[in-house]
């Protein structure tokens, strides 16, 4: 029988731990203000944390190869104590083999979400090898009808390819094939992930559960940056959710934990609330506020030089760049692919992975030269690398005792091995090619990309899972590295453009390269889709200027950098007077407006065509704060409204941005905006 052990508030969250006959414990969430609406009502309850190891029994119920989760190994483990302070809550279970699991669930202050992860402690005689051991797990949705609420709940997943990241993809839980068996014998699984060292490729860590009747949703993430899986499963009327590293079915990880060692999870990101999807993802997004390494400083006008010189970057054509961007209000003159020497004859996407610069031909007064040239135009001097990588033509590729393996072969995916971070002379040689050379020539910002992807793993000595898992965690603590050697250094997550948006990596970057849909109609679409997802002010959005665009397209590239940070780039050298005149007009826009890309919240309107590469209709993103509303409009092909109306903050309109003389009103918080052709970008900001 399952009956009601204990209750936490958190926030307008209500946390509930239920036991049941054999003291097995496990949670559920609702909103504060739907506490009293809502009845649980269960003959089971699938205990807080799902854990397998080598030789346990496996899934039954038709789950065996689907799942490692609900096994009798789970089933053993009782309650042992739950102590709670004012911001977090420990609930300890343990079996009688000696396995005992510390499970914590905190929330920090002023966050909307929570946070949980697992500690396994081996305090038996023997080895034990993890399969599996989940960061999250909880049930009872949804506990405001009664029965499997059918035709109520939808399911959220946000999928992601190359240039194309951030897509939501929903179902009804009947087309996810979630509903409960006749009997509820049989499990009903989706089990969905990412393996390899792109944690953002094919989907992201995140879920989210909705029901539509009661308008309350339920959304995860989780903070990982190699293979990584969540299951939706459900056996009776309600359903779970968990997080967790890939499994050993999944991801081949297995992890063997000796007698008196331990082993703790990544974190896993949680909330419950009211709004629908769009509001919720908001929720989860106030712990990536929380973990920003810069969460109030002013964001900045970046250039980044790629799509001007287009990998042949040299100290002749950064000087004239320079030239051309000096006094138009620009922070960061960024240094991409290409600086570096190679062989004769070697071209620079082959040469990757010494990180010598070429001070031959294209810097012979030396890389410093130009750094300090950047900075005597008023700008910080930023610098590209893909450190974790190396290319065919370069030295380090060939020295095998310094890369990553599998089954005893260097990982080759046909350019490019990967450096094996564990080890201590590839940190050694990292800090000193990358973090040394950095600090020698005095520059201020980094941008770290990653162009290709380790797959299911390594070698070593649990599994090819843990090998990438441990190489991974390596990345992370390189990136804090190289922040304690240059503390004021600004670090730009990029893995061609957007493979590695998730919580673990976005914590130590200053900000990430959105997508390299760098000149795409479709930017303000991926750009606005990933506002459910990572923070705007970590969203690095490119304006590519070509000297062939009319001010309408100006206009657009440079208003789609509104829905982030903004990162120019192009044909600088050939702008006419007019060009110049309208990215100005957008340069002081955006710094007008930039708190509110840092500091508010984002509201979804409009109706976008599901393809995104010939998109039509039309999208507006409100970014809410305090009495303020940033409105970011944008009409594609097809057909759209002649106007739009929109409810915001503030009662007057402080500034315009358009390309149309478009006609805006405000009145009694509703923002009435004139669409006029398609591919025209609006962007109106409102305040008191």
């Not at 793993?457 to 965690?473: K, V, Y």
């Not at 120019?568 to 007008?592: A, C, H, P, T």
């Not at 930039?594 to 508010?600: K, S, Y």
């Not at 106007?643 to 805006?664: A, D, F, H, Y």
Request: aromatic residues 8%; proline residues 3%.
């Amino acid at each position: 029988m399952i009956k009601r052990y204990n209750e936490t508030v958190f926030g307008d969250i209500i946390v509930t731990w239920w036991t049941d006959d054999e003291d097995r414990i496990g949670m559920t969430m609702t909103p504060l203000s739907m506490k009293d609406k809502g009845v649980f009502s269960a003959e089971t309850i699938e205990s807080l944390v799902q854990l397998h190891a080598r030789g346990d029994h496996l899934a039954n119920g038709y789950g065996n190869g689907i799942t490692l989760a609900t096994t009798s190994a789970t089933d053993r483990m009782h309650l042992v104590s739950q102590t709670s302070d004012e911001r977090s809550v420990t609930t300890v279970l343990e079996d009688d083999t000696g396995r005992r699991v510390e499970h914590r669930l905190i929330a920090d202050e002023g966050c909307e979400a929570l946070r949980a992860s697992v500690c396994f402690e081996n305090r038996g005689d023997k080895p034990v090898t993890l399969d599996l051991l989940s960061s999250l797990n909880f049930g009872g949705i949804t506990p405001f009808t009664e029965g499997d609420a059918c035709n109520e709940l939808l399911l959220h997943r946000a999928c992601s390819f190359w240039s194309g990241e951030g897509r939501f993809k929903t179902e009804t839980i009947e087309e996810a094939m979630l509903e409960r068996s006749w009997t509820g014998h049989a499990l009903r699984i989706v089990k969905f992930g990412q393996v390899g060292s792109m944690p953002v490729r094919g989907y992201f860590p995140y879920a989210a559960i909705e029901d539509k009747a009661n308008d309350v949703t339920w959304a995860i993430q989780l903070a990982c940056p190699s293979s990584w899986q969540i299951e939706i499963r459900r056996k009776d009327d309600k359903l779970n959710m968990m997080a967790s590293l890939a499994d050993e079915d999944f991801g081949h990880w297995a992890k063997t934990i000796a007698p008196g060692e331990s082993f703790v999870t990544p974190e896993a990101y949680v909330t419950v609330g009211c709004g629908g999807v769009d509001a919720v993802s908001q929720r989860l997004l106030s712990i990536h506020r929380k973990n920003m390494p810069h969460p109030d400083a002013d964001l900045p006008v970046l250039f980044n030089e790629y799509c001007t010189t287009w990998g042949e970057p040299s100290h002749k054509n950064l000087e004239k760049i320079a030239d051309h961007l000096k006094g138009h209000g620009i922070d960061y003159l960024v240094i991409d692919a290409g600086w570096y020497g190679g062989r004769e004859g070697c071209v620079w996407y082959n040469c990757g992975g010494d990180w010598i610069p070429d001070e031959k031909t294209l810097f012979p007064d030396g890389l410093k030269a130009t750094a300090e040239m950047i900075h005597s135009k008023g700008m910080v001097p930023g610098l590209w690398f893909e450190p974790e990588t190396c290319a065919e033509d370069s030295e380090i590729f060939k020295k095998e005792d310094m890369l990553l393996k599998r089954n005893g072969c260097v990982i080759d995916t046909d350019n490019r091995h990967f450096l094996d971070l564990r080890k201590e002379e590839v940190r050694t040689y990292l800090d000193e090619r990358v973090t040394g050379l950095l600090k020698k020539c005095g520059f201020g910002y980094v941008k770290i990309d990653y162009n290709d992807c380790i797959g299911v793993g390594c070698d070593d000595e649990d599994s090819l899972g843990e090998g990438l898992r441990a190489n991974m965690q390596e990345t992370l603590a390189f990136f804090r590295r190289m922040r304690e050697n240059i503390p004021d250094l600004i670090i730009e997550n990029c893995a061609s453009g957007g493979h590695r948006l998730e919580p673990s990596l976005m914590a130590v970057s200053d900000m990430a390269s959105f997508s390299d849909a760098h000149e795409c109609l479709e930017i303000p679409i991926i750009a606005a889709s990933l506002h459910r997802l990572i923070l705007p002010a970590q969203s690095q959005i490119w304006a590519v200027l070509r000297a062939k665009d009319d001010l309408r397209r100006i206009n657009y590239s440079i208003v789609n950098t509104f829905l982030g940070v903004m990162c120019l780039s192009g044909d600088i050298y050939d702008l006419n007077d007019e060009q110049w005149k309208k990215v100005d007009e957008g340069i002081e826009f955006y710094r007008m407006i930039r708190h509110l890309i840092r500091d508010g919240i984002s509201e979804f309107h409009g109706n976008v065509s599901a393809s995104w590469r010939h998109p039509e209709g039309w999208q507006a993103i409100c970014r809410h704060y305090a009495g303020e509303t940033l409105s970011v409009i944008h009409t594609f092909g097809g057909e759209h409204p002649d106007k739009i109306t929109l409810p915001v903050r503030g009662s007057q309109i402080r500034s315009i941005m358009c390309s149309e003389e478009n006609r805006v009103t405000l009145e009694d918080g509703l923002l009435t905006v004139e669409l006029k052709v398609p591919f025209e970008a609006v962007a109106v900001y409102t305040a008191g």
